[in-house]
């Protein structure tokens, strides 16, 4: 497995990344804050992360057909220039003192309509910047690098809500877009075939579908990680709650849980780097499972902050892990010509994850938080202990053994 920072197209790509992802973190942690104080409400905090959800799931596919047809760095930066705009304007209505809930959520739906094509479309740009040999340690370290943006992101974030105020936050995250425009106009693409001319978005769509039906081991993969998404994962959206009216740790202490959550991503996605050559992935991907079904119990019932911290780190461990390893087996069993379609429906799945914050939320503010993220993620244990996927993978795992081999 070669380094794939020794490529100059993907080196250029992923600092440009970086820069953007440390904004987009930032801002994430100032939004929950923001309406958190603003409201009070668990459900709430839920309604705005679904509000991103809807457009994940219905536009995801269509998406992904056109990242198969359409020039992708013309995509990236409209949609990016498109999100920078959306912050200044956050950042200009908080400044104002005019920001009112409801602003939250049409911003929240807009944000949600394109940031699944900038989703779908990124996964796509990543396997033709590097060979072959070199996608695992691609899809490693970017993991790596977003993770560790998290771990400063919202720590920095928390702070500058308390030093600078949280428009502040917004308008930086606005002027950090500038980071991947800038890559992207800086880099070469390989240039696809045209297919406009027969281009059709159902036609597209259901071919996206059958060749995902068609291949086992990545719809059970798929599957999976869609349970995750929707029991367990959501329970991010929560920390405002978990960080004012349980540990009363403010919003310093906020970024702290979302930073020790993304310190663990780090750790995990160290280990990959370090053993990815692992035999038993099966086995690895079992483990990581179960362990973020338990460890998320155990935080879910945390009132002292050092366990509460060491239950997130090692939630993020087994997160990277589960994650890094099912999104490998997909891009390694999907030719290039599918891969839009098939990161499209992928992308789907992080729907979920919002369907599964308003789900949780409404639990939460019947039972309490706690409650609701303990019950998905014992939901989501279940049901990984019962999937059929690992002992399928084990006996599938030799159709990913060319990875380790060099372009011909």
């Known amino acids: 497995m070669s380094n794939a920072l020794t490529h100059r197209d993907y080196r250029v790509f992923f600092t440009g990344s970086m820069v953007t992802r440390l904004g987009e973190d930032m801002q994430e942690v100032a939004e929950d804050w923001l309406v958190f104080v603003m409201t009070g409400s668990p459900f709430l905090l839920g309604l705005v992360a679904f509000c991103k959800g809807p457009s994940r799931v219905l536009l995801a596919p269509i998406f992904g057909a056109v990242a198969d047809r359409v020039d992708r760095k013309k995509i990236l930066i409209g949609v990016y220039l498109f999100q920078a705009v959306l912050a200044l304007s956050y950042g200009c209505l908080v400044a104002t ?3 009112a809930f409801w602003h939250i959520v049409i911003l929240a739906v ?6 699944p ?14 060979p072959k040999q070199s996608l695992v340690s691609a899809i490693s370290i970017n993991s790596v690098g977003n993770n560790a943006c998290q771990v400063i992101g919202p720590l920095v974030g928390g702070l500058l809500i308390v030093w600078l105020g ?9 002027v950090g877009f500038c980071g991947i425009i800038i890559s992207l106009l800086s880099i070469k693409l390989p ?9 059709n978005v159902r036609k ?7 060749f995902i039906r068609n291949q086992p081991l990545v719809l059970e993969v798929m599957a999976i990680q869609l349970f995750s998404f929707f029991l367990a994962l959501p329970f991010n959206r929560f920390f405002p709650v978990y960080a004012k009216e349980i540990l009363n740790i403010g919003p310093t202490g906020l970024g702290l849980l979302r930073g020790s959550f993304a310190a663990g991503n780090v750790l995990g996605g160290m280990g990959l780097i370090l053993f990815g050559g692992v035999k038993n992935q099966a086995a690895l991907l079992r483990m990581a499972s179960l362990g973020l079904s ?4 155990l935080f879910s019932h945390s009132f002292w902050l050092p366990l509460s911290v060491i239950s997130l780190i090692l939630t993020g461990v087994a997160t990277m892990i589960f994650r890094s390893i099912g999104l490998s087996v997909i891009h390694l069993n999907i030719p290039n010509e599918f891969r839009g379609r098939v990161m499209g429906l992928y992308h789907m799945e992080l729907g ?12 939460g503010s019947i039972a309490g938080v706690p409650v609701a993220v303990a019950t998905g993620s014992a939901l989501f244990g279940l049901i990984s202990l019962l999937s059929p996927l690992y002992k399928n993978y084990r006996s599938k795992q030799a159709q990913v053994a060319w990875l380790s081999k060099p372009d011909d």
Do not use: W, Y
């Open 166 to 174: 949280i428009g502040a936050v917004f308008f930086i995250n606005a």
């Open 294 to 297: 338990m460890c998320l119990i």
């Open 191 to 199: 240039q696809r075939i045209n297919k406009s001319a027969d281009f």
């Open 352 to 363: 979920f994850r919002s369907l599964g914050a308003l789900l949780l939320g409404s639990l």
């Open 97 to 99: 003192k005019l920001i």
């Open 117 to 130: 094509l900038s989703r779908v479309t990124r996964q796509t740009v990543i396997p033709e910047l590097v």
């Open 204 to 210: 597209d769509i259901i071919e996206g579908a059958h």
């Open 110 to 115: 807009l944000d949600g309509l394109v940031a």
